[in-house]
């Protein structure tokens, strides 16, 4: 049965020892326990016994046939809060309300209750008056934010434990362990699908991971919830990079341009420097975009820096060269000059077996800057010219003086007194050619003539 208290329920009892307690009657004034509590109710009590000095509060269970309280539960007594052992005498018994189990604000104004608090007859309500979001009902310490519309939306609602949700109820509310067993049955259930470029694969959700793996170049990487895929810094397989418009550069204004067909331009700081064309069909064509600008070869030779070349764009391309200039082929000069550091008048390239160098003519020969060579009048001499050296085509008409042909080469020779024989040669004028004839020429126009050889006077008419 249930609680009950009443006002002014007092009756005696004779009854001694620790045992349930036999009511005797109500005292005057006060009602029975009879009139205010039904069989087995339970009201909390108290016995004075005052001839003894004793006393026990405690809750206890009424029975009406007999008219007796069971001493229950002891709250409070002169036994140390145990059960008394009452006395000969009488005592009263009456309904009490201990101060362990009343209901009070504190010097606060709050009320503490460790137990349960019931609204039992369904037409009163339990109304929280203040919800400023600091003040009002509370669930273990943490205020409730929610409003009554948003506790109300359980009305109606049923908590359900189906694993696979097959009622379909719109208003059942599923447990956690239901939730858990049909998500994982729907994840067991299902694949990921994957395609690429080369194949296709399936990944088993509730089994299986998807790997995103790098490659040549390029590697993955995954923090948290992010998967980062970064192109390596150096890239050694790439092996084609073709757009109809790309830039290779650290950004727009330094970098490799092929925006233009048939066309690379290599741009500094914005600047196109330099730009290769296809320009003469199969030609390369490497072009300074920028006038009068130079194009120039730069390096370093040892720990020195050094200018290579430098081809002056502003003197029509005028190349100069650091060091020396190899030429394995044939060297082509189309200009008229050769310009050297050294450039001394009347000096002649002359080769040491290694470099052609330009030296002083000396000696008998003298040469002019015009090119006129000349050769000193006594220094040619007879071990000077080989044999057979000058030939008569060598000789220009007039060249050599009749007087210089006498005194040189007829006078200036040895005599022959004597001993003239047929293989003995003699210089004619043929025609003003001069040429050469043995004696057996002249013995045949003297015969042809009718001279005898031995007549001395045809002989001399002969030689003249």
Same mark, same amino acid.
């Given at each position: 049965?249930?609680?009950?208290?009443?006002?002014?329920?007092?009756?005696?009892?004779?009854?001694?020892?620790?045992?349930?307690?036999?009511?005797?009657?109500?005292?005057? !004034?006060?009602?029975?326990?009879?009139?205010?509590?039904? !069989?087995?109710?339970?009201?909390?009590?108290?016995?004075?016994?005052?001839?003894?000095?004793?006393?026990?509060?405690?809750?206890?269970?009424?029975?009406?046939?007999?008219?007796?309280?069971?001493?229950?539960?002891?709250?409070?007594?002169?036994?140390?809060?145990?059960?008394?052992?009452?006395?000969?005498?009488?005592?009263?018994?009456?309904?009490?309300?201990?101060?362990?189990?009343?209901?009070?604000?504190?010097?606060?104004?709050?009320?503490?209750?460790?137990?349960?608090?019931?609204?039992?007859?369904?037409?009163?309500?339990?109304?929280?008056?203040?919800?400023?979001?600091?003040?009002?009902?509370?669930?273990?310490?943490?205020?409730?934010?929610?409003?009554?519309?948003?506790? !109300?939306?359980?009305?109606?609602?049923?908590?359900?434990?189906?694993?696979?949700?097959?009622?379909?109820?719109?208003?059942?509310?599923?447990?956690?362990?239901?939730?858990?067993?049909?998500v994982d049955a729907q994840v067991t259930a299902q694949d990921l699908d994957v395609a690429s470029d080369s194949g296709t694969i399936d990944i088993d959700l509730d089994s299986e991971s998807l790997t995103i793996a790098g490659g040549t170049g390029l590697a993955s990487s995954a923090t948290s919830t992010t998967v980062t895929l970064a192109v390596d810094a150096a890239q050694t397989g790439i092996t084609s990079l073709l757009a109809t418009d790309i830039k290779i550069g650290e950004d727009d204004q330094t970098k490799i341009d092929f925006e233009t067909a048939n066309e690379i331009h290599f741009f500094a700081d914005n600047v196109s420097v330099v730009s290769l064309t296809n320009a003469n069909s199969g030609d390369a064509v490497l072009t300074v975009p920028t006038a009068d600008k130079n194009f120039t070869i730069a390096g370093t030779d040892g720990s020195s820096g050094v200018t290579a070349l430098d081809i002056d764009m502003a003197l029509a391309g005028k190349a100069t060269f650091s060091g020396d200039v190899v030429v394995t082929g044939d060297l082509t000069v189309t200009g008229d000059d050769i310009v050297m550091g050294t450039n001394t008048s009347g000096h002649i390239m002359v080769a040491d077996g290694t470099n052609f160098n330009p030296v002083a003519v000396s000696g008998d020969v003298t040469i002019a800057s015009n090119g006129a060579v000349t050769i000193a009048g006594t220094s040619v001499e007879t071990s000077m010219i080989a044999a057979d050296a000058i030939t008569e085509a060598k000789i220009a008409d007039d060249a050599v003086e009749s007087e210089h042909i006498n005194d040189n080469v007829i006078s200036g020779q040895t005599d022959l007194a004597s001993g003239l024989e047929g293989t003995d040669e003699l210089l004619v004028s043929d025609a003003g050619t001069i040429k050469k004839m043995d004696m057996t020429v002249v013995k045949a126009y003297m015969t042809s003539e009718g001279f005898v050889t031995d007549d001395p006077t045809a002989l001399a008419i002969a030689l003249g």
């Open positions: 049965m249930a609680l009950a208290i009443a006002d002014r329920v007092r009756e005696t009892t004779t009854t001694t020892g620790t045992g349930t307690i036999a009511l005797a009657g109500a005292v005057t !004034n006060f009602e029975t326990f009879t009139a205010n509590l039904s !069989n087995a109710d339970t009201t909390y009590y108290a016995i004075v016994d005052n001839t003894n000095n004793a006393f026990e509060v405690g809750l206890g269970t009424f029975t009406s046939s007999g008219t007796t309280l069971a001493r229950t539960t002891i709250i409070a007594s002169s036994n140390s809060n145990s059960v008394v052992s009452l006395g000969v005498g009488t005592k009263d018994v009456f309904i009490t309300l201990p101060a362990t189990k009343v209901v009070y604000k504190d010097a606060s104004g709050n009320v503490s209750v460790d137990g349960d608090v019931t609204v039992s007859d369904g037409t009163n309500d339990f109304d929280v008056a203040s919800h400023d979001g600091t003040n009002g009902l509370k669930l273990g310490g943490t205020i409730v934010t929610s409003s009554a519309a948003e506790l !109300n939306i359980l009305d109606g609602k049923s908590f359900v434990d189906e694993d696979g949700m097959d009622s379909n109820s719109a208003t059942g509310i599923p447990s956690q362990q239901s939730v858990k067993a049909y």
